[in-house]
């Protein structure tokens, strides 16, 4: 009998301080930094983000997301023989252990389990999506927990208005299982390291002392080109995967990064726009975490139903860029 994995599980955690455009150009004209609502909005759809106190890290966020995945999958934690976790922005940088060690101690599990980060930038949700897919249909893994958790606001430079006004953070939780009917239905992974340059956060540890710059650095406008044009050229690879076509998608939920971007991904892939899931403007950028969020917040307010085909597609820094097809 042929195995397939099914979302059975979805969960999202916003730290609670909501900071809006207004608030944070106060504070940034404090520092001597420039900028406006009007700007932040018009470039990027975005008009709230969410910050984390300074003592939490990403796996306090990543476990409360877990937490709510798995209690609408009715399992506990005890069941889940696999964390992939993805992140930027681990609880230790450059160190150990990692973020889904520390997760799934966070969830009180008393049996082991195999538990690891995945680090492909804003898709490295889609990578462990399509990883924890692979796991199942192959009887390696049965639940298989996949985490995307990040804390943005601890890499940006607030002194950098073209990328401080952009970033979030948060976290999502999706519990995927083994199934005998189809749930995810095509994946695919790309990755082209030649065009690192334009976005990257070089800082290395060495002998004890961070090296490079630990904020991260984007060249908007680049990453904006390749991001328009590779969305929706994997939207169609997987489409072509599974034998579908774009009428057959009932949401796409893009990474949310910039609505112009999720509105030109849409458009080539001929999905009309009030068929695409949008959380940017409350969230901003949260990088791997913006589409498990995204996801969990239209299956909780209902729009999401069951049977439904979603289509998730992410770009991020690597480049990286992948997608995943998915029936509910
Ligand atoms: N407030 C006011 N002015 C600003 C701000 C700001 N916060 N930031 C930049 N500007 C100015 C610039 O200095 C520039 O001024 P100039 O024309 O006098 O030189 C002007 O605004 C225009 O700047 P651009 O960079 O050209 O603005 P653009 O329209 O390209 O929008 C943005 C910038 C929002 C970053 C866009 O390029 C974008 O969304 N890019 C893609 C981001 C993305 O998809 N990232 C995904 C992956 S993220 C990851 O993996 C971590």
Known sequence: MTIYSKIIGTGSYLPPRRVTNDELVVQLAAKGVETSDEWIVTRSGIKARHFADADVVASDLGAE????????????????????LATTTPDHCGGFPSTACRVQAKL????????????????GFVYAMSMADAFIRAG??????????????????????????????????????????????????HADGHQNEILHMDATLNCGV??????????????????????????HEVLEMASMNASEVDWLVPHQANVRIMQSAAKRLKIPEERVVVTVDQTGNTSASTIPIALDTAMRDGRIKSGQNILMAAIGGGLTWGAVLARM
């Not at 958790?149 to 939780?173: M, P, W």
């Not at 650095?217 to 904006?224: E, L, P, S, T």
């Open 140 to 189: 390696v893994h049965k639940n298989v927990l996949v985490v995307a958790s990040e804390i943005y606001s601890r890499v940006v430079d607030f002194n950098d208005r073209s990328t401080c006004v952009l970033f979030g953070d948060g976290a999502g939780a999706v519990v995927l299982s083994a199934s005998n009917e189809p749930g995810i239905l095509a994946t695919k992974m």
């Open 65 to 84: 997301a877990a937490k709510r995945a798995l209690e609408m999958a009715k399992l506990d934690a005890n069941d889940i023989d696999l964390i992939l």
């Open 210 to 235: 961070l090296e490079g710059s630990g904020f991260m650095y984007m060249d908007g406008q680049a990453v904006f080109k390749v991001a328009v044009t590779v969305l929706g050229q994997v939207g």
């Open 108 to 123: 009180g599990m008393t049996k082991t389990c195999a538990a690891f980060d995945v680090q492909a930038v804003c898709s």
